[in-house]
């Protein structure tokens, strides 16, 4: 299973960005998809995450500025940010729990990170 994630780039704050991750391999399914993001210096931390069900959580940081939601195409996600601050400079990672099989079980995979960068 591999993750692609998309979408980082520069922008000033107060602007937005869509990140996209998209998952391919050998996927039953998809329980959880997230994103989490690590800052230099800082350890990595949640962002969102949305369950196959249709649940999602949000870090306190992200509640009101950042949404997560499936993607068009199956097995992708996106996160849509706004209102960005230079706070939320980080490296961006996507993450998923996926199950391989019909009774296999959930294993945790990472895609490779993009960089998203606010100026002040």
Known sequence: ???????????????????????????FSINVMGWYRQAPGKQRE????????????????????????SGNAKNTWNLRMNSLKPEDTAVYYCNAAV?????????????????VTVSS
């Open 46 to 69: 949640l962002v969102a995450t949305t369950t196959s069900g249709g649940t999602t959580t949000y870090a306190d940081s992200a509640k009101g500025r950042f949404t997560i939601s």
């Open 99 to 115: 199950t391989r099989s019909r009774f296999g079980r959930s294993n945790d995979y990472w895609g490779q990170g993009t960089l």
């Open 1 to 27: 299973v591999q993750l692609q994630a998309s979408g980082g780039g520069l922008v000033q704050a107060g602007g937005s960005l869509r990140l996209s991750c998209a998952a391919s391999g050998s996927i």
